[in-house]
């Protein structure tokens, strides 16, 4: 109906049952098979060779007699196949559990990267998975969220960065980041190296793993202070500040070497910084060839030119010629 | 004031008529075309009608299929997408959508609702279905269908526990006060709790009270617990009387519930779904009928017939009258009586009679814009209906012929609204806004 503009986000809930996330996996797994399977329940080859005295040919849709460990589903779905076949598939969580399913079934994947050694390490693991389970790793496409504040200077982005925060001052910054972290006040020194082991989330809790994982990710690879901590990360996604040029900047980095495949925009105030980047920040981008001028393609899933065929051979294609130009997701929060 | 007829449009398919996407100059693709629903519903509501109705099935419809196959019904949207887009072209018409309270969470179906309340401005409506089509369990991890009584059993707690929701919050709970920081007022939020016998929902719904405090309920249940289910929380009702009498009888039946379940008579609508074909003359109609249920297949058609007699036509001569002395069975004999009246009534042969019951077999006005007014006169004169929900046959020519020929004749006689008079669906329906039963006015 809306021609495929559609991407279906799927998160595994977060049931209040006593389930650990390794066992919710399966059942998300199974259900987008079953999805997947539903929306092939038509055969749009067919289409086209209707008789005129007939609305549809019956051998077009079949059955897809799920019997599965959750699910047992017959079909088909009573809505024909859609232009983009089926939906872009969408999926955020960083566990193990939530690794597997954007392995299996994810296109788009939301995720907190905060540095470059951290997102190629997380890159390897997911389409290192994707590959052990036959899929295309090409068809994957990371796209961490980015928090752009943007300032005429840097000591101004600084500023905004403290203001929106809600936390007033660096000073302000700071006593957050203890707080938040679970860290003595007393004993706090914002300018001594962070130790990695300290931030690692427990993976069986069952709140979000992978928002915590950034952080621990973060200071495993970069030495850093609690103080150039708090200028890495807000609303635990990837922070960048300064003039419009230094923004841009940034955000090129990770892309350029495919650290990330896009980002997912999370502007701290809406409309207003949404108006900004996109007053600001992508024209810079458009000038540097790295972001389309106009939507390439109807469907999203022509804007994220995934491979068709699973098969295809994609180390071919990942030379830098083939990627695709830099994607600006739908703002959206999480 | 006198009374006044309400209209809703069946849309869901498009047309109930099987034959519909075959009528000369109709539409086709109707069901699965955006382009042509949105045309439509805007022509709807520029004839001011009251809602655009989206039926729903779990399933594609339980025919065989020889007979699905050329059947346009087969695929339609799913109703949330459609009317949530439907809600951004339109401002006044109600957008009702069918859920089912078998297959469905009531925490799902509360949000949902809630969600196109708002986005329309208070214009939804839930049409209350315990879903009759068998398949639809077997899409649902069941190989049964769940029995009649208790789907009803537990469509009634469905609804309290929907409804119980949707009061979650106060209406005066947001408060949004930017001085003080506060967005909402925890003391004007409740926690449903629910522990019954089918569901355990705690609550409370994450979305504000709904603009009509509660979306329209509406039913089209006609057995004994669906017409009971209709008096005890039904606001309007979809119902499928054969004619004038039965309807009447009907009209009685579920209002006369009312006053034992609490509940004034006069805050539930009756509208019939009827099939609409208009023309010129009386005869031209007519004709435009048989026309439409002369592009039924032989072969669905004949099925369809079978089924109605209890007894296998497929041996009948197609151009012959209807053979005497078909065997009664117990089974159908209501059904059977049925189809003799008919094949006597209209003198048709077995081709047009099977047509008939493989096209469409509800009741059906049929003439020009005058007798059709006449009639629909009548039928809220001596109570029989509210008004009706308008059935196609074909379109968009025969939704035209509604909107453009037979609403002004109503409007003429003063029997349908010139214009909205409110917003929200509620009140072009004449509904009251009900209170929020936690958070008393
Ligand atoms: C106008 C009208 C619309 C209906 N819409 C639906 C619908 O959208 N989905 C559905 O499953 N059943 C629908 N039904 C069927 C009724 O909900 C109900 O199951 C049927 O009338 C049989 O009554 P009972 O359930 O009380 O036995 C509709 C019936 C009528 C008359």
């Known amino acids: ?334 | 004031m006198s009374k006044t007829l309400h209209l809703t449009a069946f849309m869901r398919p498009v047309s109930l008529h099987t034959g519909a996407w075959r009528y000369p100059g109709a539409y086709a693709d109707a069901n699965f075309n955006f382009g042509h629903l949105k045309s439509f519903i805007q022509k709807l509501e520029r004839a001011k009608f009251d809602a655009f109705f989206m039926a729903d099935h779990l399933a594609v419809l339980n025919m065989p299929v020889e007979a699905l196959k050329r059947s346009h019904t087969v695929t339609s949207f799913e109703p949330f997408t459609l009317l949530s887009a439907l809600a951004a072209v339109t401002d006044k018409i109600g957008l009702a959508a069918t859920a089912s309270t078998t297959f469905d969470e009531p925490y799902h179906v509360a949000r949902r609702f809630a969600s196109l309340d708002h986005i329309s401005g208070g214009r939804a409506a839930w049409n209350i279905v315990t879903t009759s089509n068998p398949d639809a369990a077997r899409n649902f991890g069941l190989s049964e269908h769940v029995e009649h009584g208790e789907r009803y059993q537990r469509a009634r707690e469905f609804f309290d526990v929907v409804t119980g929701l949707w009061d979650s919050f106060a209406d005066d709970a947001i408060i949004r006060d930017q001085e003080s920081g506060i967005f909402f007022d925890p003391e004007k939020l409740h926690v449903l709790d629910h522990k019954g016998e089918e569901f355990s929902v705690r609550g409370p719904l994450n979305i504000a009270r709904p603009v009509q405090g509660w979306p329209v309920i509406v039913q089209a249940g006609q057995s004994e617990p669906g017409k009971q289910l209709a008096a005890e929380t039904a606001e309007l009702v979809f119902a499928a009387p054969r004619d004038l009498a039965t309807a009447k009888a009907l009209y009685a039946d579920i209002k006369g519930r009312m006053p034992a379940a609490g509940r004034n008579p006069a805050h539930l609508k009756i509208l019939p779904a009827a099939m609409i074909v208009i023309g010129d003359s009386v005869d031209e109609a007519k004709a435009k009928r048989a026309h439409l249920d002369s592009l039924v297949h032989y072969d669905s058609a004949i099925a369809s017939l079978s089924i109605a007699l209890g007894h296998d036509a497929s041996g009948f001569d197609p151009d012959a009258p209807l053979p005497d002395n078909i065997p009664d069975t117990n089974a159908s004999k209501s059904g059977r009586a049925q189809v003799l009246r008919l094949a006597e009534q209209e003198k048709l042969t077995v081709r047009q009679l099977a047509q008939r019951y493989g096209g469409y077999a509800g009741l059906a006005l049929i003439g020009t814009p005058k007798t059709i007014a006449d009639e629909m006169e009548t039928w809220l004169n001596e109570e029989a209906s509210d008004g009706f929900t308008c059935v196609f046959p074909f379109l968009p020519q025969g939704l035209d012929d509604v909107t453009e020929k037979l609403v002004p004749e109503l409007q003429r006689r003063g029997l349908f609204r010139k214009d909205y008079e409110g917003s929200t669906l509620r009140e072009h329906l004449g509904l009251s806004r009900p209170a929020n039963r936690f958070f008393p006015a």
Not at chain 1, 210 to 228: F, I, Y
Not at chain 1, 286 to 310: A, H, L, S
């Open chain 1, 1 to 334: 109906m809306d021609y495929g503009r559609i991407g279906s986000c799927c998160k595994i809930a977060h049931r209040c049952r006593s389930l650990v996330n390794f066992t919710v996996s399966p059942r998300a797994i199974e259900f987008l098979d079953v999805a997947k399977k539903l929306w092939a329940s038509w055969d749009p080859r067919r289409e086209g060779e209707v008789p005129p005295d007939r609305f549809w040919d019956a051998s077009s849709a079949r059955t897809i007699d799920h019997e599965g460990q959750f699910f047992h589903v017959r079909g088909p779905l009573n809505v024909p196949r859609s232009p983009q076949g089926h939906p872009v598939i969408a999926q955020a969580g960083a566990s193990e559990g939530g690794i597997e399913l954007a392995a299996r079934h994810g296109e788009i994947i939301y995720c907190n990267i905060l540095s470059r050694p951290a997102g190629q390490a997380f890159t390897k693991k997911v389409k290192g998975k994707a590959i052990e389970v036959g899929r295309d790793p090409f068809a994957i496409r990371i796209v961490p969220g980015l928090v752009a504040i943007i300032g005429e200077t840097r000591e101004e982005a600084l500023r905004k960065h403290e203001l929106f925060s809600g936390t007033g001052s660096e000073d302000g910054l700071l006593a957050r980041f203890a707080k938040e972290n679970g860290i003595d006040p007393a004993t706090f020194d914002p300018d001594a190296v962070l130790e990695a082991e300290r931030f690692v989330p427990d993976q069986n809790r069952q709140w979000a793993v992978g928002m915590g994982l950034g952080l621990s990710d973060l200071l495993t690879h970069e030495k850093l202070t609690a103080r150039q901590a708090v200028r890495r990360s807000e609303g635990h996604h990837r922070l960048v500040l300064g003039t419009p040029e230094e923004v841009a900047d940034q955000i090129i980095d990770l892309w350029q070497d495919g650290t990330v495949d896009g980002y997912t925009l999370q502007p701290p105030r809406a409309p207003d910084d949404i108006e900004e980047f996109v007053e600001k920040v992508v024209p810079i981008l458009q000038d540097r060839g790295v972001y389309p001028r106009e939507y390439e393609g109807r469907t999203i899933r022509d804007r994220y030119p995934f491979p068709t065929r699973i098969e295809q051979d994609w180390r071919d294609r990942t030379d830098r010629n083939e990627r695709c130009p830099l994607q600006g997701s739908l703002p959206v929060s999480i």
